[in-house]
């Protein structure tokens, strides 16, 4: 007889039948995909979802996008990569407490910031000059996955990479999708704040007394902190949330960051060299779209839309790289 039991997708819709929350998103009653596929004999609709993100190359890239810090030296800070699992261990620890759909919640936190452009928030805020109203790195993850490299994924998965990010007004459809909003928010604060003092932006005496009260040292203590307050108040409240004492607590911690890290004066010549860097190819490639690669271009597209498509998707350094290609004089041409 053998030692291990073959387990199906049937297996796995039943166990969320039986054992999940009320308030979960089953897999067997997923809204869909945009193109009907058959079912998988092995994996429930979340779990292709995931795995099909996992192989993405809008996935890959990650590794050399900037967080917080641009091509930092060490080998230690964090990127979007990092924060991306990062957040994905928060979600699944959230979501299994909370007896959610963690197969759901981890496709949508690793998926959520695919859209993100080079240089992180500061990438984002130069594309904006491009577009009408604000150039949203969640609104380009779903473009991603739908039109550039369109992954069929499922309507669950798309809405909670649309409305992931807390300035999108529209909140997300599921549980889970809310899940991430705080993994994310939760994943960012603990880590920025260790990288801010690794770089020596900031030391542990001048964090804010409210938060070191609530959550106690930085890392691991924060982040188990701050999962016990969503995990403890959603099951008293009924819906995904925060208690409020550790609500202002980290309310306040993201107020500090922007103040002394993200936005510090310090950072104003590199933010506006960037802002140049991006404002330049996507100058140099609205007069030249002829170079962007086919692979990258959309056919049914405006030409606006297909440079900013190009650059929004390139790394950090593949954005510098270009850069020095086409702007820095050549010595020995």
Request: include cysteine.
């Amino acid at each position: 007889m053998s030692e291990f039991r073959r387990r199906t997708r049937e297996d796995e819709e039943r166990y969320e039948a039986d054992y999940l929350a009320p308030g979960a998103t089953l897999s067997s009653q997923s809204r869909g995909r945009a193109i009907e596929e058959s079912l998988d004999s092995h994996r429930t609709a979340f779990e292709r979802d995931r795995d099909r993100i996992l192989h993405s190359k809008a996935f890959r890239r990650l590794k050399h996008k900037t967080q917080v810090f641009i091509n930092p030296e060490g080998d230690h800070y964090v990127t979007r990569l990092t924060h991306t699992l990062q957040v994905t261990q928060v979600g699944r620890s959230i979501a299994r407490n909370l007896s959610l759909n963690e197969s759901l919640t981890e496709a949508i936190c690793l998926a959520h910031d695919v859209g993100h452009s080079p240089f992180g928030h500061t990438g984002e805020d130069a594309l904006s000059n491009y577009v009408e109203g604000e150039w949203l790195h969640s609104a380009q993850g779903v473009r991603v996955f739908e039109v550039l490299e369109p992954l069929n994924l499922s309507w669950e998965v798309l809405d909670g990479i649309r409305a992931h990010s807390w300035k999108i007004a529209e909140p997300p459809a599921t549980s889970e999708g809310f899940i991430c909003r705080f993994a994310d928010r939760i994943a960012y604060l603990a880590h920025d704040v260790e990288d801010a003092i690794r770089a020596g932006v900031i030391t542990l005496v001048d964090l804010p007394k409210l938060t070191v009260q609530r959550f106690g040292d930085p890392g691991r203590e924060w982040i188990s902190a701050m999962v016990e307050a969503v995990v403890d108040e959603s099951l008293t409240i009924g819906e995904v949330t925060m208690e409020v004492t550790a609500l202002e607590a980290m309310n306040t911690l993201r107020e500090f960051m922007f103040e002394r890290v993200y936005l510090r004066p310090e950072t104003e010549h590199t933010r506006r060299k960037i802002i140049g860097i991006v404002h330049d190819l996507v100058d140099y490639y609205l007069l030249h779209p002829d170079e962007i690669p086919s692979t990258y271009r959309h056919p049914g597209s405006d030409v606006m839309t297909q440079v900013v498509d190009y650059v929004a998707g390139m790394s950090d350094r593949f954005a510098l790289k270009m850069h020095d290609d086409l702007f820095r004089p050549r010595l020995f041409d």
